[in-house]
């Protein structure tokens, strides 16, 4: 005849059993959340270095096929520089380009008319479907990143000399409006990365 109490668990095992089951329950579930917490930041970080390589490839795009090509103001008054980057001005650069793809043969030029400022933390790039666009040409607008802080362009000059403003001071008329820097740099202050340098050659 089999003794009682030999089979099973009492009541303080079973206690005990639950007590220790309970705390690699919730270590292991800390441990799951840490690891879904990192995979978010991973991604966003990813995310982030992947629109900043998106932004300087197309500012690089856009430098690397600047066409001299002046365009008019939208009062047809003036007549706007190829390349242009003056202090006080409404945009940081402005920049007539070409190689626009027009797959669908649209009755419109392959050169873009393409600008960047910065409003609110954002860069954005302005475009206009026709390339000497008047008041009543709106823009497309693109935001290409935020919280920016600054975006700063120097130009060297074919004479070697590096300036911060395009066209070079002393440049006029029509050869001044159409003038190309050799290299452009470019310097992206992101609140978050810090200073970011870039450098492009113009095609000749």
């Known amino acids: 005849m089999r003794e009682r109490g030999t089979n099973g668990f009492t009541l303080i095992e079973v206690l005990v ?3 220790i089951f309970g705390i690699l329950s919730i270590m292991a579930y800390q441990a799951l959340g840490q690891a879904l917490f990192n995979a978010d930041l991973l991604n ?3 995310d982030r270095l992947r629109s ?3 932004t300087m490839r197309l500012l690089g795009k856009d430098l690397m096929q600047a066409t001299p ?3 008019r103001d939208a009062l047809g008054g003036s007549t706007i520089a190829s390349i242009r ?3 006080g001005t409404e945009f940081a650069l402005e920049v007539t380009r070409g190689g626009w793809p027009n797959p669908a043969g649209l009755p419109r030029s392959t050169l873009q008319r393409a600008t960047y400022r910065i409003e609110d933390g954002e860069l954005l790039r302005y475009h206009w479907n026709v390339l000497d666009p008047t008041i009543s040409n709106e823009p497309i607008v693109t ?3 935020d919280d920016v802080d600054s975006i700063v362009f ?3 000059e074919p004479g070697g000399d590096w300036t911060n403003q395009w066209p070079p001071f002393g440049a006029t008329g029509s050869p001044g409006l159409r003038m ?3 290299v452009v740099e470019i310097v992206l202050t992101l609140n978050d990365e810090g200073e970011i340098r870039r450098f492009f050659e113009v095609a000749p």
């Open 180 to 182: 190309r820097p050799q």
């Open 44 to 46: 966003e970080r990813m």
């Open 154 to 156: 120097n130009y060297l």
């Open 52 to 54: 900043i390589q998106q």
């Open 69 to 71: 090509r002046p365009v």
């Open 85 to 87: 980057s003056e202090p």
């Open 17 to 19: 059993s639950l007590a």
């Open 143 to 145: 935001v290409l990143l």
